[in-house]
Protein backbone atom coordinates (compact mmCIF):
# COMPACT_ATOMS: atom_id res chain seq x y z
CA UNK A 1 0.00 0.00 0.00
CA UNK A 2 3.19 2.05 0.75
CA UNK A 3 4.13 1.65 -3.08
CA UNK A 4 1.12 3.98 -3.57
CA UNK A 5 2.15 7.44 -1.95
CA UNK A 6 5.14 8.49 -4.79
CA UNK A 7 2.06 8.34 -7.15
CA UNK A 8 0.66 11.04 -5.72
CA UNK A 9 4.00 13.17 -6.86
CA UNK A 10 4.82 11.02 -10.20
CA UNK A 11 1.60 11.28 -11.70
CA UNK A 12 0.99 15.04 -12.21
CA UNK A 13 4.38 15.76 -13.15
CA UNK A 14 4.27 12.57 -15.70
CA UNK A 15 1.21 14.35 -16.79
CA UNK A 16 2.44 17.25 -17.23
CA UNK A 17 5.76 16.18 -19.41
CA UNK A 18 2.67 14.02 -21.55
CA UNK A 19 1.08 17.16 -22.22
CA UNK A 20 4.13 19.29 -23.56
CA UNK A 21 4.63 15.83 -25.86
CA UNK A 22 1.19 15.29 -27.11
CA UNK A 23 0.00 18.26 -26.83
CA UNK A 24 1.88 19.84 -30.04
CA UNK A 25 -0.42 17.43 -31.83
CA UNK A 26 -3.69 18.32 -30.22
CA UNK A 27 -3.33 21.77 -28.37
CA UNK A 28 -6.94 22.15 -27.43
CA UNK A 29 -8.75 19.24 -26.37
CA UNK A 30 -5.95 17.30 -25.00
CA UNK A 31 -4.50 18.97 -22.04
CA UNK A 32 -8.08 19.96 -21.05
CA UNK A 33 -9.42 16.57 -21.23
CA UNK A 34 -5.78 14.78 -19.21
CA UNK A 35 -5.45 17.32 -16.93
CA UNK A 36 -8.55 16.53 -15.82
CA UNK A 37 -8.14 12.38 -15.41
CA UNK A 38 -5.17 13.28 -13.79
CA UNK A 39 -6.66 14.71 -11.09
CA UNK A 40 -9.34 12.03 -11.17
CA UNK A 41 -6.98 9.12 -10.87
CA UNK A 42 -5.48 10.91 -8.27
CA UNK A 43 -8.75 10.76 -6.11
CA UNK A 44 -9.00 7.31 -6.85
CA UNK A 45 -5.57 6.48 -5.27
CA UNK A 46 -6.49 8.40 -2.12
CA UNK A 47 -9.38 6.83 -2.29
CA UNK A 48 -7.28 3.32 -1.65
CA UNK A 49 -5.41 4.64 0.93
CA UNK A 50 -8.22 6.44 2.84
CA UNK A 51 -8.68 5.08 6.47
CA UNK A 52 -5.30 3.24 6.89
CA UNK A 53 -3.20 4.41 9.79
CA UNK A 54 0.07 6.21 9.63
CA UNK A 55 1.71 4.58 5.78
CA UNK A 56 5.10 5.33 5.96
CA UNK A 57 6.86 4.40 2.30
CA UNK A 58 10.68 4.50 2.24
CA UNK A 59 12.12 5.76 -0.85
CA UNK A 60 14.91 3.30 -2.32
CA UNK A 61 14.48 1.26 0.50
CA UNK A 62 16.52 3.36 3.10
CA UNK A 63 14.81 3.63 6.76
CA UNK A 64 14.35 6.65 8.57
CA UNK A 65 16.15 9.07 9.43
CA UNK A 66 18.75 7.91 7.24
CA UNK A 67 16.55 7.70 3.46
CA UNK A 68 13.76 10.19 2.13
CA UNK A 69 10.50 9.07 3.59
CA UNK A 70 6.74 9.90 2.61
CA UNK A 71 3.96 9.84 5.25
CA UNK A 72 0.55 9.44 5.16
CA UNK A 73 -1.13 9.82 7.96
CA UNK A 74 -4.80 11.46 8.53
CA UNK A 75 -3.40 14.90 8.92
CA UNK A 76 -1.84 13.95 5.72
CA UNK A 77 -5.01 12.62 4.38
CA UNK A 78 -7.32 15.60 5.24
CA UNK A 79 -4.35 17.77 3.46
CA UNK A 80 -4.42 15.50 0.23
CA UNK A 81 -8.38 15.32 0.42
CA UNK A 82 -8.77 19.04 0.19
CA UNK A 83 -5.53 20.02 -2.35
CA UNK A 84 -7.05 17.10 -4.69
CA UNK A 85 -10.40 17.54 -4.93
CA UNK A 86 -10.41 21.37 -5.08
CA UNK A 87 -8.29 20.80 -7.83
CA UNK A 88 -10.37 18.64 -9.75
CA UNK A 89 -13.45 20.76 -9.29
CA UNK A 90 -10.69 23.71 -10.51
CA UNK A 91 -9.56 21.74 -13.95
CA UNK A 92 -12.97 20.86 -14.90
CA UNK A 93 -13.95 24.52 -14.72
CA UNK A 94 -11.08 25.25 -16.50
CA UNK A 95 -12.26 23.34 -19.07
CA UNK A 96 -14.55 25.92 -20.76
CA UNK A 97 -12.96 29.30 -18.84
CA UNK A 98 -9.39 28.73 -20.60
CA UNK A 99 -10.88 29.31 -24.05
CA UNK A 100 -10.79 32.97 -23.46
CA UNK A 101 -6.78 32.53 -23.33
CA UNK A 102 -4.51 30.51 -26.43
CA UNK A 103 -1.67 29.16 -24.67
CA UNK A 104 -3.49 25.82 -23.20
CA UNK A 105 0.05 23.50 -22.78
CA UNK A 106 1.54 26.32 -20.49
CA UNK A 107 -1.26 26.27 -18.17
CA UNK A 108 -2.23 22.89 -17.46
CA UNK A 109 1.39 21.82 -17.52
CA UNK A 110 1.74 24.48 -14.63
CA UNK A 111 -1.29 23.46 -13.03
CA UNK A 112 -0.17 19.90 -12.47
CA UNK A 113 3.08 20.77 -11.65
CA UNK A 114 1.63 22.94 -8.47
CA UNK A 115 -0.05 20.34 -7.84
CA UNK A 116 2.51 17.81 -7.79
CA UNK A 117 4.33 20.41 -5.52
CA UNK A 118 1.25 20.45 -3.02
CA UNK A 119 1.33 16.79 -2.96
CA UNK A 120 4.83 16.90 -2.18
CA UNK A 121 4.47 19.12 0.81
CA UNK A 122 1.55 16.84 2.16
CA UNK A 123 3.20 13.90 2.03
CA UNK A 124 7.12 14.62 2.83
CA UNK A 125 8.80 13.67 5.91
CA UNK A 126 11.82 15.35 5.34
CA UNK A 127 12.43 18.85 5.51
CA UNK A 128 14.83 19.93 2.97
CA UNK A 129 12.31 17.50 0.45
CA UNK A 130 9.67 19.49 1.97
CA UNK A 131 11.63 23.04 1.04
CA UNK A 132 12.10 21.36 -2.49
CA UNK A 133 8.42 20.50 -3.15
CA UNK A 134 7.12 23.41 -1.43
CA UNK A 135 9.61 25.34 -4.13
CA UNK A 136 7.44 23.53 -7.10
CA UNK A 137 4.43 24.63 -6.11
CA UNK A 138 5.58 27.93 -5.66
CA UNK A 139 7.14 28.67 -9.01
CA UNK A 140 4.85 27.49 -10.86
CA UNK A 141 2.02 29.54 -8.99
CA UNK A 142 4.23 32.40 -9.59
CA UNK A 143 4.49 31.79 -13.29
CA UNK A 144 0.28 30.90 -13.15
CA UNK A 145 -0.66 34.56 -12.00
CA UNK A 146 1.40 36.16 -14.49
CA UNK A 147 -0.39 33.91 -17.35
CA UNK A 148 -2.23 36.28 -18.90
CA UNK A 149 0.74 38.60 -19.56
CA UNK A 150 -1.09 41.85 -19.07
CA UNK A 151 0.62 44.28 -17.15
CA UNK A 152 -1.15 44.03 -13.85
CA UNK A 153 -0.93 40.26 -14.00
CA UNK A 154 2.76 40.44 -14.62
CA UNK A 155 2.88 43.22 -12.02
CA UNK A 156 0.83 40.77 -9.24
CA UNK A 157 3.28 37.82 -10.09
CA UNK A 158 6.66 39.82 -9.55
CA UNK A 159 5.34 41.05 -6.28
CA UNK A 160 4.33 37.25 -5.56
CA UNK A 161 7.81 36.31 -7.00
CA UNK A 162 9.73 38.40 -4.76
CA UNK A 163 7.92 38.00 -1.15
CA UNK A 164 7.68 34.26 -1.82
CA UNK A 165 11.29 33.63 -2.92
CA UNK A 166 12.40 36.04 0.59
CA UNK A 167 9.92 33.71 2.43
CA UNK A 168 11.91 30.74 1.15
CA UNK A 169 15.50 32.13 1.84
CA UNK A 170 14.31 32.21 5.12
CA UNK A 171 12.94 28.83 5.24
CA UNK A 172 15.73 27.62 3.47
CA UNK A 173 18.26 29.32 6.39
CA UNK A 174 15.48 27.75 9.29
CA UNK A 175 16.34 24.21 7.97
CA UNK A 176 20.16 24.84 7.44
CA UNK A 177 20.11 25.84 11.35
CA UNK A 178 17.89 23.11 12.26
CA UNK A 179 20.31 20.73 10.75
CA UNK A 180 23.65 22.52 12.24
CA UNK A 181 21.62 21.48 15.48
CA UNK A 182 20.60 18.39 15.23
CA UNK A 183 22.32 16.30 12.62
CA UNK A 184 19.26 15.08 10.82
CA UNK A 185 16.32 16.31 8.72
CA UNK A 186 14.00 13.89 9.15
CA UNK A 187 11.61 15.51 10.80
CA UNK A 188 10.52 12.78 13.32
CA UNK A 189 14.32 12.22 13.95
CA UNK A 190 14.81 15.91 14.52
CA UNK A 191 11.16 15.93 16.96
CA UNK A 192 12.99 12.85 19.12
CA UNK A 193 16.38 15.30 19.35
CA UNK A 194 14.82 18.12 20.45
CA UNK A 195 12.73 16.55 23.04
CA UNK A 196 16.32 15.65 24.02
CA UNK A 197 17.92 19.17 24.40
CA UNK A 198 15.29 21.32 24.09
CA UNK A 199 12.22 19.90 26.52
CA UNK A 200 11.41 23.76 27.84
CA UNK A 201 11.67 25.55 24.24
CA UNK A 202 13.83 27.66 25.73
CA UNK A 203 17.17 26.77 23.14
CA UNK A 204 18.61 29.83 21.41
CA UNK A 205 19.06 28.34 17.97
CA UNK A 206 15.56 26.98 18.39
CA UNK A 207 14.09 29.88 18.75
CA UNK A 208 15.40 31.45 15.94
CA UNK A 209 14.47 28.70 13.46
CA UNK A 210 11.33 29.54 15.17
CA UNK A 211 11.29 33.02 14.41
CA UNK A 212 12.35 32.25 10.92
CA UNK A 213 9.68 29.78 10.09
CA UNK A 214 6.98 32.24 11.67
CA UNK A 215 7.67 34.69 9.13
CA UNK A 216 8.79 32.21 6.12
CA UNK A 217 5.55 30.65 6.50
CA UNK A 218 3.58 33.27 7.76
CA UNK A 219 4.26 35.03 4.57
CA UNK A 220 3.13 31.92 2.78
CA UNK A 221 -0.29 31.83 4.23
CA UNK A 222 -0.58 35.44 3.35
CA UNK A 223 -0.91 36.19 7.26
CA UNK A 224 -0.63 40.17 8.60
CA UNK A 225 1.87 41.43 8.25
CA UNK A 226 3.29 39.53 5.66
CA UNK A 227 0.00 39.66 3.13
CA UNK A 228 0.77 42.55 0.54
CA UNK A 229 1.40 39.84 -2.13
CA UNK A 230 -1.88 38.05 -1.74
CA UNK A 231 -4.63 40.41 -2.40
CA UNK A 232 -3.03 41.51 -5.81
CA UNK A 233 -1.87 37.87 -6.88
CA UNK A 234 -5.02 36.33 -6.23
CA UNK A 235 -7.50 39.11 -7.80
CA UNK A 236 -4.70 38.78 -10.94
CA UNK A 237 -5.11 35.48 -11.37
CA UNK A 238 -7.41 33.62 -14.05
CA UNK A 239 -10.11 32.18 -11.70
CA UNK A 240 -9.09 28.16 -11.65
CA UNK A 241 -5.74 29.98 -10.54
CA UNK A 242 -7.31 32.00 -7.54
CA UNK A 243 -9.08 29.08 -6.60
CA UNK A 244 -5.97 27.16 -6.16
CA UNK A 245 -4.43 29.98 -4.19
CA UNK A 246 -6.83 30.45 -2.05
CA UNK A 247 -8.19 27.23 -1.38
CA UNK A 248 -5.46 25.19 -1.21
CA UNK A 249 -2.03 26.91 -1.95
CA UNK A 250 -1.82 29.15 1.32
CA UNK A 251 -3.56 26.24 3.47
CA UNK A 252 -0.73 23.48 2.26
CA UNK A 253 2.50 26.33 1.74
CA UNK A 254 1.48 28.17 5.08
CA UNK A 255 -0.84 26.98 7.29
CA UNK A 256 -0.15 22.93 7.08
CA UNK A 257 4.19 23.52 7.10
CA UNK A 258 3.63 25.36 10.44
CA UNK A 259 1.36 23.21 12.04
CA UNK A 260 3.77 20.17 11.01
CA UNK A 261 6.58 21.70 11.97
CA UNK A 262 5.47 23.50 15.23
CA UNK A 263 3.29 21.01 16.56
CA UNK A 264 5.30 17.18 15.29
CA UNK A 265 8.64 18.28 15.01
CA UNK A 266 9.55 21.72 17.31
CA UNK A 267 6.52 21.38 19.97
CA UNK A 268 4.35 23.98 20.59
CA UNK A 269 5.39 26.10 24.09
CA UNK A 270 3.42 29.93 24.95
CA UNK A 271 5.84 31.71 22.86
CA UNK A 272 4.83 30.16 19.65
CA UNK A 273 1.41 30.09 20.89
CA UNK A 274 1.23 33.92 22.06
CA UNK A 275 2.50 35.08 18.53
CA UNK A 276 0.20 32.74 16.84
CA UNK A 277 -2.46 34.08 18.67
CA UNK A 278 -1.65 37.81 17.74
CA UNK A 279 -0.82 37.21 14.26
CA UNK A 280 -4.15 35.45 13.74
CA UNK A 281 -6.03 38.13 15.35
CA UNK A 282 -4.90 40.60 13.33
CA UNK A 283 -5.03 39.29 10.19
CA UNK A 284 -8.60 38.40 11.05
CA UNK A 285 -9.63 42.29 11.95
CA UNK A 286 -7.31 43.88 8.87
CA UNK A 287 -8.79 41.02 6.52
CA UNK A 288 -12.03 42.29 7.38
CA UNK A 289 -11.68 46.07 7.28
CA UNK A 290 -9.90 45.30 3.98
CA UNK A 291 -12.42 43.59 2.26
CA UNK A 292 -14.90 46.94 3.03
CA UNK A 293 -13.04 49.41 1.32
CA UNK A 294 -12.78 46.91 -1.91
CA UNK A 295 -14.98 47.42 -5.50
CA UNK A 296 -13.35 44.80 -7.14
CA UNK A 297 -15.05 41.78 -6.09
CA UNK A 298 -12.52 39.20 -5.99
CA UNK A 299 -10.35 41.62 -4.06
CA UNK A 300 -12.96 41.72 -1.73
CA UNK A 301 -12.56 37.71 -1.41
CA UNK A 302 -8.64 37.75 -1.19
CA UNK A 303 -8.67 40.12 1.49
CA UNK A 304 -11.58 37.84 3.16
CA UNK A 305 -8.70 34.90 2.65
CA UNK A 306 -6.39 36.50 4.95
CA UNK A 307 -9.51 37.22 7.84
CA UNK A 308 -10.42 33.54 7.37
CA UNK A 309 -7.10 32.60 7.78
CA UNK A 310 -6.64 34.42 10.81
CA UNK A 311 -9.74 32.47 12.53
CA UNK A 312 -7.18 29.26 11.11
CA UNK A 313 -4.25 30.63 12.63
CA UNK A 314 -6.02 31.70 16.37
CA UNK A 315 -7.29 28.53 17.09
CA UNK A 316 -4.07 26.96 16.26
CA UNK A 317 -2.08 29.15 18.78
CA UNK A 318 -5.09 28.47 21.15
CA UNK A 319 -3.98 24.92 20.93
CA UNK A 320 -6.45 22.53 22.96
CA UNK A 321 -8.35 19.98 21.39
CA UNK A 322 -11.26 22.03 20.72
CA UNK A 323 -9.38 24.74 19.18
CA UNK A 324 -7.61 22.60 16.93
CA UNK A 325 -10.99 20.54 16.05
CA UNK A 326 -12.17 24.16 14.81
CA UNK A 327 -9.26 25.56 13.06
CA UNK A 328 -9.16 22.16 10.52
CA UNK A 329 -12.65 22.29 10.37
CA UNK A 330 -13.04 26.00 9.26
CA UNK A 331 -9.68 25.33 6.96
CA UNK A 332 -11.82 22.56 5.43
CA UNK A 333 -14.70 24.99 5.06
CA UNK A 334 -13.18 27.59 3.73
CA UNK A 335 -11.85 25.35 1.13
CA UNK A 336 -14.91 25.22 -0.08
CA UNK A 337 -16.73 28.35 0.28
CA UNK A 338 -13.72 30.38 -1.00
CA UNK A 339 -13.25 28.19 -4.24
CA UNK A 340 -17.22 28.73 -4.60
CA UNK A 341 -16.96 32.18 -4.21
CA UNK A 342 -13.76 32.99 -6.43
CA UNK A 343 -15.19 30.49 -9.20
CA UNK A 344 -18.56 32.50 -8.96
CA UNK A 345 -16.52 35.60 -9.78
CA UNK A 346 -14.79 33.84 -13.00
CA UNK A 347 -18.22 33.47 -14.37
CA UNK A 348 -19.63 36.76 -13.25
CA UNK A 349 -16.48 38.33 -15.26
CA UNK A 350 -16.82 36.16 -18.03
CA UNK A 351 -20.26 36.72 -18.53
CA UNK A 352 -20.65 40.48 -17.38
CA UNK A 353 -16.76 41.85 -18.72
CA UNK A 354 -16.43 43.06 -15.03
CA UNK A 355 -15.67 42.78 -11.28
CA UNK A 356 -16.44 45.57 -10.01
CA UNK A 357 -19.07 46.43 -7.46
CA UNK A 358 -20.39 49.40 -9.29
CA UNK A 359 -20.84 48.33 -12.43
CA UNK A 360 -22.71 44.76 -11.59
CA UNK A 361 -26.28 44.72 -10.35
CA UNK A 362 -29.28 42.35 -10.61
CA UNK A 363 -27.19 39.44 -11.06
CA UNK A 364 -30.05 36.67 -10.29
CA UNK A 365 -32.36 38.18 -13.17
CA UNK A 366 -29.47 36.84 -15.64
CA UNK A 367 -27.87 34.26 -14.03
CA UNK A 368 -29.96 32.63 -11.74
CA UNK A 369 -27.39 29.82 -11.34
CA UNK A 370 -24.22 32.19 -10.38
CA UNK A 371 -26.62 34.35 -7.95
CA UNK A 372 -27.94 31.49 -6.23
CA UNK A 373 -24.29 29.31 -5.54
CA UNK A 374 -22.96 32.73 -4.61
CA UNK A 375 -25.78 33.93 -1.96
CA UNK A 376 -24.79 30.32 -0.62
CA UNK A 377 -21.16 30.68 -0.70
CA UNK A 378 -21.80 34.10 1.22
CA UNK A 379 -23.41 33.04 4.13
CA UNK A 380 -21.19 30.32 4.35
CA UNK A 381 -18.30 32.53 4.95
CA UNK A 382 -20.20 35.23 6.94
CA UNK A 383 -20.89 31.97 9.04
CA UNK A 384 -24.80 31.73 8.80
CA UNK A 385 -26.65 28.64 10.11
CA UNK A 386 -27.04 25.96 8.64
CA UNK A 387 -24.09 26.40 6.28
CA UNK A 388 -20.53 24.89 7.37
CA UNK A 389 -18.97 27.99 8.22
CA UNK A 390 -21.34 28.73 11.16
CA UNK A 391 -20.08 25.61 13.01
CA UNK A 392 -16.58 25.96 12.16
CA UNK A 393 -16.33 29.44 13.42
CA UNK A 394 -18.91 28.57 16.71
CA UNK A 395 -16.40 25.92 17.89
CA UNK A 396 -13.15 28.44 17.48
CA UNK A 397 -15.47 31.09 19.30
CA UNK A 398 -16.20 28.32 22.04
CA UNK A 399 -12.52 27.24 21.91
CA UNK A 400 -11.16 30.77 22.53
CA UNK A 401 -13.80 30.94 25.77
CA UNK A 402 -13.21 28.03 27.44
CA UNK A 403 -9.51 28.60 26.94
CA UNK A 404 -9.77 31.73 29.05
CA UNK A 405 -9.09 34.15 26.22
CA UNK A 406 -12.01 36.42 26.94
CA UNK A 407 -10.90 39.18 24.60
CA UNK A 408 -10.39 36.84 21.58
CA UNK A 409 -13.77 35.30 21.81
CA UNK A 410 -15.52 38.77 21.20
CA UNK A 411 -12.56 39.65 18.50
CA UNK A 412 -13.54 36.69 16.56
CA UNK A 413 -17.43 37.73 17.29
CA UNK A 414 -16.92 40.71 16.28
CA UNK A 415 -14.94 39.95 12.97
CA UNK A 416 -17.98 37.76 12.54
CA UNK A 417 -20.22 40.70 11.92
CA UNK A 418 -18.04 42.63 9.54
CA UNK A 419 -17.56 39.75 7.46
CA UNK A 420 -21.15 39.51 7.22
CA UNK A 421 -21.98 43.04 6.77
CA UNK A 422 -19.03 43.08 3.50
CA UNK A 423 -20.66 40.02 2.05
CA UNK A 424 -24.33 41.88 2.67
CA UNK A 425 -23.28 44.62 0.57
CA UNK A 426 -21.59 41.95 -2.30
CA UNK A 427 -25.21 40.61 -2.25
CA UNK A 428 -27.00 44.11 -2.48
CA UNK A 429 -24.65 45.43 -5.18
CA UNK A 430 -24.26 42.37 -7.35
CA UNK A 431 -27.26 39.62 -6.64
CA UNK A 432 -29.65 42.10 -6.12
CA UNK A 433 -28.93 45.34 -6.83
CA UNK A 434 -30.45 47.65 -9.71
CA UNK A 435 -30.25 46.06 -13.58
CA UNK A 436 -27.22 47.82 -14.96
CA UNK A 437 -27.68 48.99 -18.77
CA UNK A 438 -24.84 46.37 -20.09
CA UNK A 439 -26.43 43.37 -19.73
CA UNK A 440 -28.41 42.80 -22.80
CA UNK A 441 -27.32 39.51 -24.62
CA UNK A 442 -25.44 38.00 -21.01
CA UNK A 443 -26.10 34.55 -20.54
CA UNK A 444 -25.41 32.44 -17.95
CA UNK A 445 -21.85 30.50 -18.02
CA UNK A 446 -21.40 27.29 -19.53
CA UNK A 447 -22.57 23.93 -17.63
CA UNK A 448 -18.41 22.69 -17.46
CA UNK A 449 -18.41 26.41 -15.26
CA UNK A 450 -21.62 26.24 -13.54
CA UNK A 451 -21.05 22.28 -12.71
CA UNK A 452 -18.44 22.68 -9.62
CA UNK A 453 -20.10 25.96 -8.41
CA UNK A 454 -23.01 23.74 -8.10
CA UNK A 455 -20.85 20.80 -6.01
CA UNK A 456 -19.55 23.48 -3.87
CA UNK A 457 -22.57 24.92 -3.22
CA UNK A 458 -24.06 20.98 -2.00
CA UNK A 459 -20.77 20.62 -0.09
CA UNK A 460 -21.33 24.05 2.20
CA UNK A 461 -25.14 22.63 2.52
CA UNK A 462 -24.37 19.37 3.17
CA UNK A 463 -21.35 20.18 5.17
CA UNK A 464 -23.11 22.78 7.53
CA UNK A 465 -25.95 19.35 7.91
CA UNK A 466 -23.75 16.65 8.38
CA UNK A 467 -20.91 18.63 10.35
CA UNK A 468 -20.91 16.12 13.32
CA UNK A 469 -20.23 13.37 11.08
CA UNK A 470 -17.46 14.82 8.89
CA UNK A 471 -16.29 16.16 12.74
CA UNK A 472 -15.90 13.00 13.94
CA UNK A 473 -14.65 11.16 10.51
CA UNK A 474 -11.97 13.37 9.02
CA UNK A 475 -11.39 16.43 11.46
CA UNK A 476 -10.88 14.62 15.21
CA UNK A 477 -8.38 11.89 13.72
CA UNK A 478 -6.65 14.90 11.71
CA UNK A 479 -6.53 16.57 15.13
CA UNK A 480 -5.47 13.58 17.63
CA UNK A 481 -2.40 13.43 15.08
CA UNK A 482 -1.67 17.31 15.58
CA UNK A 483 -1.61 16.57 19.32
CA UNK A 484 0.40 13.33 19.32
CA UNK A 485 4.32 14.65 18.69
CA UNK A 486 5.38 11.40 20.39
CA UNK A 487 2.91 9.23 18.40
CA UNK A 488 4.09 11.04 14.93
CA UNK A 489 7.70 10.09 16.26
CA UNK A 490 7.18 6.34 16.86
CA UNK A 491 4.57 6.00 13.70
CA UNK A 492 7.66 7.24 11.36
CA UNK A 493 10.58 5.74 13.37
CA UNK A 494 9.07 2.52 14.31
CA UNK A 495 10.44 2.66 18.08
Not at 30 to 35: Q, T
Not at 213 to 237: E, M, Q, R, Y
Amino acid sequence: MSALLPLFIAIPVFSAIFILIIGKFDKKHFPRIWSILTSISLLVILALVWGKETIVHEMSGWKPPFGVILVKDYLAQLMLLITNGIASLALIYSFSYIKKYEDYLRFFTLFLFMLAGMNGVVLTGDLFNLFVFLEIASIASYALVGYGVDAEELEASFKYLILGAFASILILFGIGMIYAVTGSLNMADVARFLLEINPDGSNKSVLMVVGLFIVGFGLKAGLVPFHAWLPDAHSSAPAPISVMLSGVLIKVLGIYSLVRVFYNMIGMNPIISNILIVMGSISMVVGALMGFGQDDIKRIFAFSSISQMGYVVVGIGIGTPFAIIGSLFHLFNHAGFKSLLFLSSGAIERCRGTRKLSELGSLREIMPVTSGVSVIGSLSIAGVPPFNGFWSKLIIILAAFSAGYIWLGVLLILTSFLTLAYYLRFQKNVIFGELTSNTRNVREAPFAMLMPLIILAIFCLFVGIFNGWIIESLIIPAESVILNQLGYISSVLGI
